[in-house]
Each structure stands twice: as C-alpha cells, then as structure tokens.
Nanobody, 121 residues
Framework: QVQLVESGGGSVQPGGSLRLSCATP????????LGWYRQAPEKEREFIAS???????TYADSVKGRFTISRDNGKNTMDLQMNSLKPEDTAVYYC???????????????WGQGTQVTVSS
C-alpha cells in the first residue's frame, strides 16, 4: 500500500504563511509527478501545484506568485510554501503522487489523507 503523510496544516491570519510537507514512500519504482490539491467545503477538489521528477513546477493561477512547491528526491519529501494566505485558501490540502509502484505496475495516482488549512482573522 502506498502511503503519503501530510503535515504542517493549521490556522493562520490573512497575509500569513504556512508550510505543508508530504512524506512519500521510499520504495516506489518510479515517481513521475508530485502535486498538491485542495478541496474547500461544498467545492470540487482543485489542482494547486505540481512538480516533475526533473523539478519543473506548475501552478494554478490562483496561487501563482504566492505558493512555492519543492521536492527532495533524496529525502522522499515534497513541500508547499504558502505565503500571503487569503481566506479563500481555506481548504483541506491533499498530497498527490503519480508513479509506478513496481516495474510491472501501471502509472497510478495516490493520495494522502489531507491536512486542514484555515485562513481567518
């Protein structure tokens, strides 16, 4: 079973910062893309940011310039630095891994359990 563990969520005032971390398995055959998604109450899950195995990062327009995604392949971790947070950033944030568990596996998506981020004054 592929387990992703998020940490770093919490409550912060508007304009504040939080850093989310995701611990990824160290025994995957390959990890293609790592990413973050979020889901606010009564809304669909939406893409936030992703980073490829070569370090190429992509961001949703809503977070571009405020959030920074990074990954450390040696430590099997991925981080999301969130600055200038707004109330509309309030959501449950999910870590996503797209990769192959074994050499014979098909590429699949795996998800963490989610961590709550609340931005409120």
């Amino acid at each position: 079973q592929v387990q992703l563990v998020e940490s770093g969520g919490g409550s912060v005032q508007p304009g504040g910062s939080l850093r989310l971390s995701c611990a990824t398995p160290g025994n995957m055959f390959s990890i293609n893309v790592l990413g973050w998604y979020r889901q606010a109450p009564e809304k669909e899950r939406e893409f936030i940011a992703s980073i490829s195995s070569s370090g190429f990062a992509t961001y949703a327009d809503s977070v571009k310039g405020r959030f920074t995604i990074s990954r450390d392949n040696g430590k099997n971790t991925m981080d999301l630095q969130m600055n200038s947070l707004k109330p509309e950033d309030t959501a449950v944030y999910y870590c996503n891994l797209r990769g192959r568990r074994r050499y014979y596996s098909i590429e699949s998506d795996y998800w963490g359990q989610g961590t709550q981020v609340t931005v409120s004054s």
